[in-house]
């Protein structure tokens, strides 16, 4: 799957997680995109609607890369798995517990997967706020 083909699938699972109808999005910014060994960040802006109106949201779309020397290490899917648990288990506890609005620390958590080699992680972008 050519990487705007995985881009396409996460932002359809986005907006099915959030309720968006007829969206659209796009990169912000042709050279946004960055990589390190642990993943490839590519920021982009959805706009759709839902019931309550339109709505825009900044996001954050975390790839894994396909090296093959941390496949071989099994690390991808540890670090991917950890991230997600943190996100999805350990956050919305603390968000739970707080005697606060925890939206001001922590993105809001979109969509994720730890298959092998479709691991991806997708949360607000918090820096457009």
């Given at each position: 799957?050519?990487?705007?083909?995985?881009l396409?699938?996460?932002?359809?699972?986005?907006?099915?997680?959030i309720?968006?109808?007829?969206?659209?999005?796009t990169?912000?910014g042709?050279?946004?995109?960055?990589?390190?060994?642990?993943?490839?960040?590519?920021?982009?802006?959805?706009?759709?609607?839902?019931?309550d109106?339109?709505i825009?949201k900044d996001?954050?779309?975390?790839?894994?890369?396909?090296?093959?020397?941390?496949r071989?290490?099994?690390t991808?899917?540890l670090?991917?798995?950890?991230?997600i648990?943190?996100?999805?288990?350990?956050?919305?506890?603390?968000k739970?517990?707080?005697?606060?609005?925890?939206?001001?620390l922590?993105?809001?958590f979109l969509?994720?997967?730890?298959?092998?080699?479709?691991?991806?992680?997708?949360?607000?972008?918090m820096?457009?706020?």
């Amino acid at each position: 799957m050519s990487s705007e083909d995985r881009l396409n699938y996460v932002v359809k699972q986005v907006t099915k997680n959030i309720d968006l109808k007829n969206y659209k999005y796009t990169k912000i910014g042709p050279d946004e995109t960055i990589e390190n060994y642990l993943g490839e960040l590519v920021f982009i802006t959805v706009t759709g609607e839902t019931d309550d109106g339109e709505i825009k949201k900044d996001i954050v779309v975390k790839f894994a890369p396909n090296r093959a020397e941390l496949r071989q290490w099994g690390t991808l899917e540890l670090v991917y798995s950890v991230e997600i648990a943190v996100y999805t288990v350990l956050l919305a506890h603390f968000k739970r517990l707080a005697k606060f609005d925890t939206r001001e620390l922590f993105p809001e958590f979109l969509y994720s997967d730890c298959e092998q080699y479709k691991e991806v992680l997708a949360v607000s972008n918090m820096c457009s706020n």
